[in-house]
T-cell receptor, first 116, second 117 residues
Framework: AQKITQTQPGMFVQEKEAVTLDCTYDTSDPSYGLFWYKQPSSGEMIFLIYQGSYDQQNATEGRYSLNFQKARKSANLVISASQLGDSAMYFCAMREGAASYDKVIFGPGTSLSVIP | NAGVMQNPRHLVRRRGQEARLRCSPMKGHSHVYWYRQLPEEGLKFMVYLQKENIIDESGMPKERFSAEFPKEGPSILRIQQVVRGDSAAYFC???????????????FGPGTRLTVL
């Protein structure tokens, strides 16, 4: 079974508009963490934002915010005021459990294209 | 403060040859993770190592693949007798030994793109 689902293979957004990238996850562990990473065409993986399963508030980092709906097991990434440099692949990822190591499971990704 | 370093960035091998991928974690990090990214896919966990120990290799193919993280020097991912299906981007990530934040973020290297001819 898929642990992380990203149903949007490709998305387009107008520059300066906001965009939401969907992510749903599947776990029975009460302790987990959710991550979003950006992968531009150059290939590196850039950490964007993190949400812990026990965090009371939705995470925000600059123009990035995470819409965490625990009961629905969704962790959508919202990018406000899109910029051309936001065009990239975006991966949702999950770390299960409170183990001393952090094995991270990645979703298949969403390709975002920002249109000028 | 140098980030995670991987070399080579690009590696071309013919079928049957060996590929050696190196990863130097961030300074002060003693946990190393290897991931593989096939074209058009997300990253798949392969192996997690601490210094001189393999902690979790559940994502590593049983044959031809091995990994080490010696006391001195970089972590090495070794692929013997490569096949075309091994062509992928291989990412290394590192994290500190103790939780310095509440989520122990993994920092990724730039990846090694392996092409098997």
């Amino acid at each position: 079974a898929q642990k992380i689902t990203q149903t949007q293979p490709g998305m387009f957004v107008q520059e300066k508009e906001a965009v939401t990238l969907d992510c749903t996850y599947d776990t029975s562990d009460p302790s987990y963490g959710l991550f979003w990473y950006k992968q531009p065409s150059s290939g590196e993986m850039i950490f964007l934002i993190y949400q812990g399963s026990y965090d009371q508030q939705n995470a925000t980092e600059g123009r990035y915010s995470l819409n965490f709906q625990k009961a629905r097991k969704s962790a959508n990434l919202v990018i406000s005021a899109s910029q051309l440099g936001d065009s990239a692949m975006y991966f949702c990822a999950m770390r299960e459990g409170a183990a001393s190591y952090d094995k991270v499971i990645f979703g298949p990704g969403t390709s975002l294209s920002v249109i000028p | 403060n140098a980030g995670v370093m991987q070399n080579p960035r690009h590696l071309v091998r013919r079928r049957g040859q060996e590929a050696r991928l190196r990863c130097s974690p961030m300074k002060g990090h003693s946990h190393v993770y290897w991931y593989r990214q096939l074209p058009e896919e997300g990253l798949k966990f392969m192996v997690y190592l601490q210094k001189e120990n393999i902690i979790d290799e559940s994502g590593m193919p049983k044959e031809r693949f091995s990994a080490e993280f010696p006391k001195e020097g970089p972590s090495i991912l070794r692929i013997q007798q490569v096949v075309r299906g091994d062509s992928a981007a291989y990412f290394c990530a590192s994290s500190p030994a103790s939780r310095q934040s509440n989520y122990n973020e993994q920092f990724f290297g730039p990846g090694t793109r392996l092409t098997v001819l």
